[in-house]
């Protein structure tokens, strides 16, 4: 009786666990689609549905817009000097107006410019210098840039200017070939009776006057190439010694429709090293080759368009004016690798160097 009560117990049980596991199969069978469904549907890490193949996507950062940390702004391509290798000369006299050049600054500030460098023709033209002087204090105090610099020949400069917006200013750059004055009147940098070199040493004792970081711009070429300059750079001592091989441009210095004819100026990569092997012992020295040049800077030309100078000649895009920072630098031919690599960025504010004024 007891033997055949658990058989049937043995019976039922086997009957519940077979349609549990019939029950089991068929929800198994009902909810893959449903996994399979709610898989597909929840992005993994780092992938989206809408995702591009890789290819696409390396395309997409290739083509990325540069941030423009740093800019040469070209404001005017007017000059009292007639540098014989110019590569940015005066085709036009055209000169924004002051507010419409703050618009201009505020959008690059917006887009990354942390650095700003007021370059020409002549800076100090406009205005006696009022001009670029409103521009100084306007990045420095309504924008609050790290860095501001001009590169002047400096034969303009006053000491009022100084007086007036030096507090604003990180960098004074001075152009100077050649402390030999007969070379800089045969390059191009003499004007009457004024001594190029004479003047240098005056800026730079402003510069230490009114706490003004002082920087030197030389254009090596076929007239200053064997030229010594270790004992007087080093007794300046800028904070960098910007060395340049001078650079053709299409059109601007080389070519049919070009204002000066720089071949006469040009010296070979050699040359350019025996230089600078001559003035290796010079700690503040800033070699820069060609290479290096053509591509690394950010150009912003009187219009505020970017100047590609990757084809070896200058080609504008459209005004960030009109087109914003973002899509017209898209065309500047920036090589933002090249710019780090010749250390285009560098302790660039006079708040952050240790200088003796």
Same mark, same amino acid.
């Given at each position: 009786?007891?033997?055949?009560?658990?058989?049937?117990?043995?019976?039922?049980?086997?009957?519940?666990?077979?349609?549990?596991?019939?029950?089991?199969?068929?929800?198994?069978?009902?909810?893959?689609?449903?996994?399979?469904?709610?898989?597909?549907?929840?992005?993994?890490?780092?992938?989206?549905?809408?995702?591009?193949?890789?290819?696409?996507?390396?395309?997409?950062?290739?083509?990325?817009?540069?941030?423009?940390?740093?800019?040469?702004?070209?404001?005017?391509?007017?000059?009292?000097?007639?540098?014989?290798?110019?590569?940015?000369?005066?085709?036009?006299?055209?000169?924004?107006?002051?507010?419409?050049?703050?618009?201009?600054?505020?959008?690059?500030?917006?887009?990354?410019?942390?650095?700003?460098?007021?370059?020409?023709?002549?800076?100090?033209?406009?205005?006696?210098?009022?001009?670029?002087?409103?521009?100084?204090?306007?990045?420095?105090?309504?924008?609050?840039?790290?860095?501001?610099?001009?590169?002047?020949?400096?034969?303009?400069?006053?000491?009022?200017?100084?007086?007036?917006?030096?507090?604003?200013?990180?960098?004074?750059?001075?152009?100077?070939?050649?402390?030999?004055?007969?070379?800089? +009147?045969?390059?191009?940098?003499?004007?009457?009776?004024?001594?190029?070199?004479?003047?240098?040493?005056?800026?730079?004792?402003?510069?230490?006057?009114?706490?003004?970081?002082?920087?030197?711009?030389?254009? +090596?070429?076929?007239?200053?190439?064997?030229?010594?300059?270790?004992?007087? +750079?080093?007794?300046?001592?800028?904070?960098?010694?910007?060395?340049?091989?001078?650079?053709? +441009?299409?059109?601007?210095?080389?070519?049919?429709?070009?204002?000066?004819?720089?071949?006469?100026?040009?010296?070979?990569?050699?040359?350019?090293?025996?230089?600078?092997?001559?003035?290796?012992?010079?700690?503040?020295?800033?070699?820069?080759?060609?290479?290096?040049?053509?591509?690394?800077?950010?150009?912003?030309?009187?219009?505020?368009?970017?100047?590609?100078?990757?084809?070896?000649?200058?080609?504008?895009?459209?005004?960030?004016?009109?087109?914003?920072?973002? %899509? %017209?630098?898209?065309?500047?031919?920036?090589?933002?690798?090249?710019?780090?690599?010749?250390?285009?960025?560098?302790?660039?504010?006079? %708040?952050?160097?240790?200088?003796?004024?």
């Amino acid at each position: 009786m007891h033997l055949d009560m658990l058989g049937r117990l043995l019976s039922i049980g086997r009957a519940v666990l077979a349609a549990l596991r019939g029950r089991l199969g068929a929800l198994c069978w009902s909810l893959t689609p449903l996994s399979l469904s709610l898989s597909l549907s929840l992005p993994l890490p780092g992938w989206r549905r809408d995702s591009p193949p890789r290819r696409e996507r390396e395309q997409e950062w290739d083509d990325a817009s540069p941030t423009p940390t740093s800019v040469n702004y070209h404001f005017t391509r007017q000059c009292n000097y007639k540098c014989g290798f110019c590569f940015h000369t005066a085709k036009t006299s055209f000169v924004l107006p002051l507010e419409e050049a703050k618009r201009g600054l505020a959008m690059l500030k917006e887009a990354g410019m942390e650095k700003i460098n007021f370059s020409g023709g002549e800076p100090f033209l406009q205005d006696r210098g009022e001009f670029v002087g409103k521009l100084v204090q306007f990045c420095k105090q309504e924008l609050e840039l790290p860095s501001v610099s001009i590169v002047s020949n400096g034969s303009l400069i006053r000491e009022r200017w100084f007086k007036k917006y030096g507090e604003y200013l990180d960098i004074l750059a001075i152009s100077c070939d050649s402390f030999d004055e007969d070379v800089n +009147i045969l390059i191009g940098r003499g004007q009457g009776k004024k001594n190029h070199v004479e003047n240098l040493h005056k800026l730079r004792q402003w510069c230490r006057e009114y706490a003004v970081a002082f920087k030197i711009n030389s254009v +090596i070429n076929r007239f200053n190439v064997e030229e010594d300059m270790n004992e007087q +750079i080093k007794a300046l001592n800028p904070v960098r010694w910007k060395v340049f091989q001078c650079l053709l +441009i299409e059109g601007e210095n080389s070519g049919e429709d070009a204002l000066r004819e720089a071949e006469k100026f040009v010296i070979s990569d050699e040359d350019f090293e025996r230089f600078l092997d001559r003035h290796k012992d010079v700690s503040c020295l800033v070699p820069e080759s060609n290479q290096k040049m053509r591509d690394s800077y950010l150009i912003l030309d009187e219009y505020m368009r970017f100047l590609n100078c990757r084809n070896g000649r200058k080609e504008p895009s459209k005004s960030i004016l009109d087109v914003g920072v973002e %899509a %017209a630098i898209k065309f500047s031919g920036f090589d933002e690798k090249m710019f780090l690599t010749r250390g285009g960025k560098y302790v660039w504010s006079k %708040a952050d160097m240790k200088l003796d004024w």
